[in-house]
């Protein structure tokens, strides 16, 4: 039976014991690879929502292709390893736990640019495919009905976390 975490009125629904093993099992397969994830991702998002590298300030005067751009890269890498980490830890914690930044100063952040609901949306989207593929590669595939759920229910508090922080 799965419990309900309230962020600001957004009921998200707490992750499962097999939910939280279906979470870890493939993040410790994407871990080592998480540079080259983190940018897949991105490109993923800007592949859905070209408009989106606007909001990016790193990337509005460059003409250095998205896969070479070293900023990307370690804001790509940085920004997957922390989603992933803090679904890792989400139902350990009882709550979204971010290291390399707070999650105060991330919900100011997309205020600033402007994010809204579809960019959360579409950067789920991305999140889940990336996912998908990164277990999907080699063999039999540990993607699962039951893992992209885990996946769908670890990012709705990530982002019910930083939205409770955007005002």
Not at 12 to 35: Q, R
Not at 39 to 63: C, G, H, N, V, W
Request: glycine content about 6%; proline content about 2%; hydrophobic content about 40%.
């Amino acid at each position: 039976m799965s419990t309900t975490a309230q962020h600001q009125n957004l009921n998200v629904e707490m992750l499962t014991e097999e939910e939280e093993g279906e979470v870890s099992k493939s993040w410790n397969l994407m871990k080592k690879n998480a540079g080259e994830w983190g940018l897949k991702f991105f490109l993923k998002i800007f592949e859905i929502a070209p408009s989106a590298q606007k909001m990016f300030p790193f990337l509005r005067d460059t003409k250095v292709p998205l896969e070479q751009n070293a900023k990307l890269k370690a804001h790509a890498k940085s920004v997957f390893v922390m989603t992933c980490e803090a679904a890792v830890e989400l139902r350990k914690s009882g709550e979204v736990v971010m290291r390399e930044s707070s999650v105060k100063k991330l919900g100011a952040v997309h205020l600033k640019y402007g994010v809204v609901d579809e960019h959360f949306e579409v950067t789920k989207y991305a999140l889940l495919e990336t996912i998908k593929e990164a277990v999907g590669g080699g063999g039999e595939s540990m993607w699962t009905p039951e893992m992209k759920k885990a996946w769908s229910v670890a990012y709705d508090h990530v982002v019910a976390a930083i939205k409770t922080h955007m005002k």
